[in-house]
C-alpha cells in the first residue's frame, strides 16, 4: 500500500509560506523561528526596495512620462498621430514588462520569501488592473510604493497609501469624482462629471469590512462623498495649459474644491471633519472594525492554509489583528503558531504566479536570462496586475486546475526544463525541493523519463509539485 505524500515541518515552511526550496538550499533547522524572524521588523533581512527592484521608475517619474504622451499626442499633427501613438504604446508595454520582470527576479533572489509571498498576497487584495494604459505604467510603482513599504507595518497604513497611490486613484476613477454641492460645482454649474462612488464602494466591499458585512448602499455613497477632493495632478494634454496648479503630474492631492462640504454619516457613525480629516476619519473606523479583522483573516488562512480556512482559526487570528490595532506582523506570527497552518498534507494548489516563480526557483534560476516574464504568466492566465475585476486573482483550486490550464503548464514546464539540459537530475532534484512530498508515482516517471529535460518537466508538472 502506497505511503501518502507528507511534508516535513521544513518543507512547509519552504513551500507553503515561501515560494519554493533551491537546489543545493538547506532547508531550515527551525522552520517556525525562520518565518518568524522574516516576520519580525526588528530583526527581519526584508528590504521593501532590494536591489531587483532599486532601477524601477516612480511612480512621479512615470507619470511625467505619461503626462508627455499625452502632450505630445496633442502636438503631433494627424498624420504623426499614429506613429506616435505606436511609440508611446510601446513605452507603456516596456515600463509594464520591466516592472512584471523585476517583480519576478526580486522572488527569485529575496533572502525573506514568506514576506516576499505577503507582498504578493497584499497586492493582489488592493487588486489595481492594467487594463487602463496610465495603470499598465503605474502598477509596479503601486506595489513597490503602497504595499512593499508597509508590508510588515500596520494594515492601516497600508490601505491609506493604496487608496491614496495614483494607480487606485485612477484605476477606480476617484480623480473625476465631485461633490454635488462642492464650491467648484456652486462656482460653476457645468461641471457635470458628478460623484463617482467606485473607490468607496471598493474600500468597504473588498479592501476592508467585506461582503455582507452589514453597510448599506447609503453608506457607500456617504463615503464617496467624504473622499471626493482626493484628486491628483493632471496627466492629461491639457495640464500644461494650467500653471496655477503646482501639483506634478500623478501625485497624490487633496483639492478643497472639489469635496463635498458637511457632515457624513457612515454606518452610523457621524463625521463632522473638514476637508481631507474626514475620510481619514472613515478609513480609520473601517480599517480597525472587527468585520474588516474578519475579512483579512480569512482571506490570510484562505491563502496559507486551505480553500476553505478554519473557522478557529479565522477567529483567532482577526482576534490578534483586533487586539493589536491592525499590526500586521502580530497576524502574522498568529498564523505561524496556528496548528492548523501546518498540516503535512499539501492543501493549497499553485496559481499560475506560484507556480512558475516556484518552477524557476526550484530550478536554480537567479535572474530570467533574457526571457519576459509577463508573455509566460499571460499564457498561463494569469497576467500579472490584470486580475479582471477589483476583487483580485481567485485563491481556490477551482480557479486553476482546468485541463487547459494544466496543458499550459506542460508546455512552460518543457520550456524551462529545456534551459537548464542536462544540468540537472530530476531523480536528485524531487526530494530535494519536495522532502516527504514526493509521492511513488511520480519518483517512478522521473527515474523512467527518456531524458534528463523530459524527466525536469515531469517533476514540474507533478501533482506533488503543483500544489504546496
Known amino acids: 500500500m502506497a505511503i501518502a505524500p507528507s511534508l516535513s515541518p521544513a518543507a512547509i515552511a519552504v513551500n507553503r509560506f515561501g515560494l519554493g526550496?533551491?537546489?543545493?538550499?538547506?532547508?531550515?533547522a527551525d522552520p517556525r523561528g525562520w518565518l518568524a524572524n522574516q516576520a519580525d521588523p526588528r530583526a527581519s533581512t526584508y528590504q521593501p526596495m532590494p536591489p531587483a527592484l532599486s532601477g524601477q521608475p516612480s511612480s512621479a517619474a512615470l507619470a511625467v512620462r505619461f503626462a508627455e504622451r499625452q502632450r505630445a499626442l496633442r502636438d503631433a499633427s494627424d498624420a504623426d498621430k499614429p506613429a506616435v501613438r505606436k511609440q508611446y504604446s510601446e513605452q507603456i508595454r516596456d515600463a509594464y514588462r520591466d516592472a512584471v520582470d523585476a517583480r519576478v527576479?526580486?522572488?527569485?533572489?529575496t533572502t525573506t520569501p514568506f514576506i516576499e509571498r505577503l507582498v504578493h498576497f497584499w497586492a493582489n487584495h488592493f487588486a489595481v488592473s492594467i487594463e487602463k494604459p496610465p495603470v499598465a505604467m503605474l502598477a509596479g510603482s503601486f506595489e513597490n510604493e503602497a504595499i512593499r513599504p508597509h508590508v510588515l507595518g500596520r494594515f492601516e497604513d497600508m490601505l491609506v497609501a493604496a487608496e491614496r497611490h495614483p494607480a487606485m486613484q485612477i484605476f477606480l476613477d476617484q480623480a473625476r469624482s465631485i461633490g454635488p454641492d462642492s464650491p467648484a460645482v456652486m462656482r460653476n454649474p457645468d461641471k457635470r462629471r458628478g460623484l463617482n462612488e467606485n473607490l468607496a464602494r471598493e474600500i468597504m466591499e473588498l479592501h476592508t469590512l467585506g461582503v455582507r458585512s452589514g453597510y448599506t448602499q447609503a453608506d457607500v455613497t456617504e463615503f464617496a462623498r467624504a473622499l471626493t477632493g482626493w484628486s491628483l495632478g493632471a496627466m492629461t494634454a491639457t495640464a500644461a495649459n494650467k500653471p496655477n496648479d503646482p501639483t506634478p503630474p500623478g501625485q497624490f492631492v487633496f483639492r478643497p474644491r472639489l469635496h463635498e462640504p458637511?457632515?457624513?454619516?457612515?454606518?452610523g457613525t457621524q463625521y463632522a471633519q473638514a476637508n481631507e480629516a474626514q475620510p481619514l476619519a472613515v478609513l480609520h473606523d473601517l480599517a480597525n472594525a472587527r468585520a474588516t479583522a474578519h475579512h483579512v483573516a480569512e482571506k490570510l488562512?484562505?491563502?496559507?492554509?486551505?480553500?476553505t480556512p478554519p473557522p478557529a482559526l479565522v477567529d483567532r487570528l482577526a482576534n490578534v489583528f483586533n487586539d493589536t490595532g491592525g499590526d500586521l506582523p502580530s497576524v502574522y506570527r498568529a498564523l505561524i503558531d496556528a496548528p492548523e497552518a501546518w498540516p503535512p498534507a499539501p492543501a493549497k494548489f499553485k496559481t499560475p504566479w506560484d507556480w512558475t516563480v516556484s518552477s524557476l526557483r526550484g530550478l536554480g534560476r537567479t535572474d530570467l536570462q533574457g526571457v519576459r516574464a509577463a508573455p509566460l504568466l499571460t499564457q498561463l492566465g494569469q497576467q500579472v496586475w490584470r486580475p479582471g475585476s477589483p476583487a483580485g486573482y481567485d485563491d481556490i483550486a477551482a480557479s486553476w486546475a482546468a485541463p487547459d490550464a494544466l496543458v499550459r503548464r506542460v508546455e512552460l514546464a518543457q520550456r524551462f526544463a529545456a534551459r537548464a539540459g542536462d544540468r540537472l537530475d530530476a531523480r536528485t532534484l524531487g526530494p530535494q525541493l519536495l522532502p516527504g512530498a514526493l509521492s511513488d508515482a511520480t519518483a517512478n516517471a522521473v527515474s523512467r523519463a527518456e531524458s534528463a529535460p523530459t524527466a525536469l518537466a515531469l517533476l514540474l508538472v507533478s501533482p506533488d509539485f503543483l500544489r504546496r
Do not use: C, W
Open 21 to 28: 526550496a533551491r537546489p543545493g538550499e538547506p532547508l531550515p
Open 105 to 109: 527576479t526580486s522572488a527569485l533572489t
Open 262 to 267: 458637511g457632515v457624513r454619516t457612515v454606518m
Open 301 to 307: 488562512a484562505r491563502h496559507f492554509v486551505a480553500d
